[in-house]
């Protein structure tokens, strides 16, 4: 009896090099965790996955930013020489700066359905939130910020939406998560190391891919941030 396979949809994520990696891009719907320190990459990788899929493939897509402000984000991102204006103008792209009411250690719930609300109004089928880290600063207990990031996954998991959702760490080669759930509720781990004066890119997981195994090198230059897929080193040499 032949055994059946079921081929998942991909989403191109718009970083040369990093398809290569993980079987031709994200699993379609699925939520991705990515995690790194200050100054890894991790703003320019979402900002990139974000203007690909709608410059590229019409695809709207959501920026959520919990800590940075829009007209930062916009001000940094002018040195890759990115056409964002017409992008926001035909709701293809749009950020949004979620800051933290005063009822938000009750209210949870209300923020994630405020997520929920911006990704439907323009149809969004990218979504990034960055940072979940910043759920740390809005909740005093540990638990209640590990059951709002259990319900936001969840809630992300029934649309028809592929998310980034970014992690701010420590930067050390097993720092995958800030509160040690992150990467066990998300479908895929991503890890942007910054070891000065060199950049790294590894696939820790993801779900329903055969991805590669290696640590490689990261590029960011006038065109935006790639990974060189053709040469790799163990994670095992990374030093701790």
Same mark, same amino acid.
């Given at each position: ?18 398809? $290569? ?132 996954? $969840? ?86």
């Amino acid at each position: 009896m032949k055994s059946l396979s079921i081929a998942l949809n991909r989403v191109k994520t718009g970083i040369p090099g990093v398809d $290569e990696l993980i079987e031709g891009g994200f699993p379609e719907g699925s939520s991705i965790l990515l995690s790194g320190a200050a100054g890894a990459g991790k703003s320019i990788f979402c900002l990139q996955y974000l203007y690909y899929g709608a410059k590229e493939q019409g695809e709207p897509g959501v920026y959520i930013t919990l800590e940075e402000g829009p007209h930062n984000l916009w001000w940094n991102m002018q040195r890759f020489k990115w056409d964002l204006l017409p992008l926001e103008r035909d709701n293809l792209l749009k950020i949004y700066k979620f800051e933290p009411g005063e009822d938000m250690q009750t209210n949870a719930n209300e923020q994630i359905k405020r997520i929920v609300e911006k990704v439907k109004e323009i149809g969004a089928k990218r979504l990034v939130i960055d940072s979940i880290s910043a759920f740390s600063y809005w909740f005093i207990d540990e638990n209640k910020t590990r059951y709002v990031m259990y319900n936001l996954v $969840e809630e992300l998991r029934k649309l028809n939406c592929t998310t980034i959702i970014t992690c701010e760490t420590r930067g050390g080669k097993s720092d995958f998560s800030q509160f040690g759930v992150e990467e066990f509720l998300s479908d895929g781990l991503l890890m942007l190391y910054f070891i000065a004066p060199q950049r790294l890119f590894f696939v820790r997981k993801m779900r329903g891919t055969n991805h590669d195994k290696n640590v490689h090198a990261v590029t960011i230059d006038d065109t935006g941030i790639s990974v060189n897929s053709k040469e790799g080193l163990e994670w095992s040499s990374l030093k701790d």
